[in-house]
């Protein structure tokens, strides 16, 4: 662990615990299997046995950073190799915070590794999906459909094809300008969302509503208009 | 019938047609379901919603398959 994420941790165990950590007993230890409750009770205890539970734990974090770092390598062609490397230490130092400043909820509903390598997973994703749209603009307009051309199908299906088309055009016309923005640029666009949530200082999960909603309004348009929208990612993947 | 493209961006635009979770809940879940998974439990009928949160949103989906390998590959 470097010094700097030495004294990152110190600061995120000094801090309050959270009202949700407080009204939450500890979890029973028979729920818990050998493997995760060594873990707690190691990363509890004072002075020898935790700093190296806390050794150990980081290890843990950077082993699945680096997992995450080496799967997404290829598609990242512009970084150079170190770059790789600080990423995912960053994001095991940035996790290790996150899982000290979390002990109290886990509660055993999967293995103690589980539940520590997705913020390890997470923060290194986050952090190369941001890499990877670093000085790119982010496109909040769709500028043109021409990718949609019915070339190639019957005439009959070419004109099905450009009448839902435009329906879902005129349907996306009539969202909210938030709505219609958010959907162009994370459905149409392919913006990943927690670079757009960076880029419009939101989070995640916000932004996940309004794209929820934007769907609901165009799936109750196109309804209203007598076509069907019953169609949907699960049915095309 | 349409083109692959088209309903590729269909399917985009108009997301899961079933009720899904949020990216938080996802995220809270997330251990829980992949070691179900592995351990060849049923998974969705423990976690409802998410596997359909996992269609709409693509980056859970990156977080679950990355998941899902790390915990596969271990010992």
């Known amino acids: 662990m470097t010094i700097a994420s030495a004294a990152s941790v110190e600061r995120a165990l000094r801090r309050p615990a959270t009202a949700a950590a407080l009204a939450l007993d500890p979890v029973p230890a028979g729920l818990l299997d050998d493997e995760s409750r060594a873990w707690l009770h190691d990363l509890r205890a004072q002075g020898p046995v935790r700093d190296a539970a806390v050794e150990r734990l980081h290890a843990l974090l950077l082993r699945a950073a680096r997992f995450e770092v080496s799967r997404r390598r290829p598609g990242l062609p512009h970084l150079r190799g170190d770059e790789f490397g600080d990423i995912a230490l960053e994001a095991a130092d ?12 886990f509660r055993g509903a999967s293995r103690f590794s589980t539940w520590v390598y997705k913020f390890a997973l997470l923060e290194a994703a986050v952090k190369l999906r941001k ?3 670093q000085g790119r ?3 909040l307009e769709q500028e043109s459909w021409d990718l949609l051309s019915s070339a190639g199908l019957a005439p009959a299906d070419a004109a099905e094809q450009s009448e839902l088309l435009a329906a879902l055009q005129d349907g996306i016309a009539a969202l909210t300008p938030h709505q219609r923005r958010i959907l162009i640029a994370l459905a149409i666009n392919g913006v990943p969302i927690d670079v757009l949530a960076d880029r419009l200082n939101t989070n995640r999960g916000a932004l996940y509503k309004t794209l929820h909603d934007a769907r609901r309004n165009l799936r ?3 309804t209203k208009r007598g076509l069907d929208p019953l169609v949907s990612f699960e049915e095309n993947h | 019938m349409q083109s692959p493209d088209f309903k590729h961006m269909l399917g985009r635009l108009l997301g899961p047609a079933k009720a899904e979770i949020g990216c938080d ?3 809270e879940q997330l251990d829980r379901y992949v070691d ?3 351990a060849g439990q049923d998974a969705d009928a423990a976690l409802p919603g998410l596997r359909t949160h996992l269609h709409g949103c693509p980056a859970c989906r990156e977080d679950y398959e990355s998941l899902r390998a790390l915990v596969s590959a271990q010992p």
């Open chain 1, 131 to 133: 890499r990877a749209w």
């Open chain 1, 137 to 139: 603009e982010i496109p």
């Open chain 1, 94 to 105: 940035d996790a290790l915070m996150s899982v000290l400043a979390r002990l109290d909820d």
């Open chain 2, 36 to 38: 179900l998974q592995v």
């Open chain 1, 220 to 222: 109750t348009y196109l």
């Open chain 2, 25 to 27: 809940e996802c995220f």
